[in-house]
């Protein structure tokens, strides 16, 4: 169960779209997840062959436990069988990896964790924070409300195994027993009323925003930027293209962001485990206002590197799929830096928060006229407040003032982007 | 096309922006750029979808002709008469 934000801890499988014996490409979309953001479509990040799936449709996982288990293409098919498969263990004889790895990273969305190595066993990462149980044992006990913690396993390694529920089961109060039944019904219908999804993704944005203002030194900074001289060329080319073609000022914004980042590697990647890791690629996170409330902000994957009709092609078609439900896990944990854009709601500037592990955010208000001072002349510009909000752990003002004065540069010369 | 034809056409691409709003409560003259919460992203859009079904490509300098939907019917039946 692949982590698809810092403010996600758990999720719930709704659709398996591989069976054992397919044969995965990388970024293949394998399975449907339910999180309380969003149903999300989850990728696979190697090729290889589905040995065995794990989770079951309607079981709701902790981050970073086992989905399936997934042989590489290299690997011979084991003859072992996957032997424990109440733990999710591999025995280190077999030449079965542990899925979890390969699916996603939990803590470091961009960097793919390489692979065990051969001579440990083969332990499925994120095994240690979550109870040793057989699936059925698991399904059991949700049926029945116990916690699978509080049970004594008599399974494997101690694992706890169905006859440990129904044990336990049975010595519960069954009036008790019978009102959990009922309780546990309704949340396990995985499609959440859109009423329980305005909730879940309210708490979710509050986790997230809580921890950045709890632990992130945020250090603000702001510029105006002229984008007469930008506008005035967008106008002219969107003037000769049908409407399908034409391109948003946002565009513009996104790409003089994306283009000024590749010189400011300090503010583009995560803050994991009391350390800086520089993202591999200038992925930007574009903040998308959902109709009914709440927000998220999928990755549009580097971005410095695409054309400037590439880059509204990718947001119009992100905005698209993020309003309709539709996004891939990697486009919730690739964002190495996240822009928003409040402009359209007539705000002139934004003062972000910096959606943790990134470390940086930039803010875009509204494109307004306004009076401008050059060489001595005033005149009326259309003029946008761009805000960054950095985080002081691993960059200082300086860098931030020079990002945003290469970011002044870019938009003042809109041919180049 | 009739105007009431125009209209519906408008309404239907509206509701397939703004799904949970009640367009039969859409005031006639106001804009529905706040009456929907429509942004530059949503317009853009409206006015594909308004060239694919009468293939008329509204320019951006006629978008404040649009910005609400009596306007936006006029707009649209004048573009069609030409």
């Keep these: 169960m692949p982590s698809l934000g810092a403010d996600m801890d758990s999720g719930t499988l709704l659709e398996w779209r591989v069976a054992p014996g397919d044969r995965v490409t990388r970024g293949q979309i394998v399975a449907l997840v339910d999180t309380d953001k969003a149903e999300i479509e989850i990728e696979c990040w190697q090729a290889g062959v589905v040995e065995r799936l794990i989770a ?61 190595p051969p001579s440990r066993p083969r332990v499925a990462v994120g095994e240690s924070r979550r109870v040793h149980a057989s699936p059925l044992a698991r399904r059991l006990a949700k049926e029945r409300g116990l916690d699978l913690a509080s049970l004594a396993g008599s399974g494997p390694g101690g694992a706890v195994i169905a006859a440990d529920v129904q044990r ?60 007469g001289h930008a506008l005035e060329w967008l106008r002219a080319r969107n ?3 049908p409407v399908s073609e034409r391109v948003l000022p946002v565009a513009l914004l996104l790409a003089a962001t994306a283009k000024a980042l590749r010189r400011a590697p300090e503010l583009n990647g995560f803050f994991l485990d009391g350390a800086f890791r520089p993202g591999s690629g200038v992925h930007l996170g574009v903040a998308v206002s959902l109709r009914g409330g709440g927000l998220v902000a999928p990755a549009l994957r580097d971005a410095d590197l695409r054309s400037l ?16 439900g539709r996004l891939r896990s990697s486009e919730f944990s690739d ?34 006229e306004a009076p401008w001072a050059e060489r001595g002349m005033l005149a009326v510009r259309p003029v ?34 | 096309m009739t105007r009431e034809e125009i209209r519906s056409l408008v309404l239907r691409e509206l509701g397939r922006i703004a799904p949970e709003a009640d367009l039969s409560a859409l005031p006639e003259s106001a804009p529905l750029r706040d009456e929907l919460e429509i942004d530059s992203m949503d317009l853009l859009n409206f006015a594909t979808a308004i ?32």
Aim: proline share 9%; hydrophobic share 45%.
């Design chain 1, 56 to 116: 079951e449709v309607g079981q709701k996982l902790p981050v970073g436990a086992p989905l399936a288990w997934l042989r590489e293409e290299s690997e011979a098919v084991s003859t072992a069988k996957p032997a424990t498969p109440a733990l999710a263990v591999a025995p280190a004889a077999t030449g079965v990896r542990p899925v979890r790895p390969v699916f996603a990273s939990p803590r470091a969305p961009d960097a793919r964790p390489p692979a065990p």
């Design chain 1, 168 to 227: 336990a089961a049975a010595a519960e109060p069954p009036a008790e027993r019978v009102l959990a039944v009922a309780a546990s019904v309704a949340p396990t219908e995985a499609a959440a009323a859109p009423r329980d999804r305005r909730e879940g993704m309210r708490r979710a944005i509050a986790a997230s925003m809580a921890k950045s203002k709890r632990e992130i030194p945020h250090y603000y900074l702001e510029t105006s930027i002229d984008c």
């Design chain 1, 239 to 241: 003037e000769s293209r």
């Design chain 1, 309 to 324: 009709d590439e880059l509204m092609a990718g947001l119009r078609e992100l905005t698209q799929r993020a309003r309709e």
């Design chain 1, 335 to 368: 964002a190495t830096l996240t822009v928003t854009s409040l402009g359209d709601l007539g705000v002139d500037r934004v003062f972000p928060v910096i959606y943790p592990p990134q470390v940086a955010i930039v803010g875009f208000g509204r494109i307004a």
């Design chain 1, 384 to 417: 946008v407040r761009c805000t960054l909000a950095a985080d002081h752990r691993v960059s200082d003002g300086m860098r931030g003032a020079r990002f945003l004065a290469e970011l002044a540069r870019l938009l003042a010369r809109p041919e180049e982007l």
């Design chain 2, 51 to 82: 060239h694919e079904a009468l293939g008329v490509d509204i320019p951006e300098a006629d978008y404040e002709r649009i910005a609400s939907l009596r306007g936006c019917v006029e707009y649209l039946a004048a573009r069609l008469a030409r």
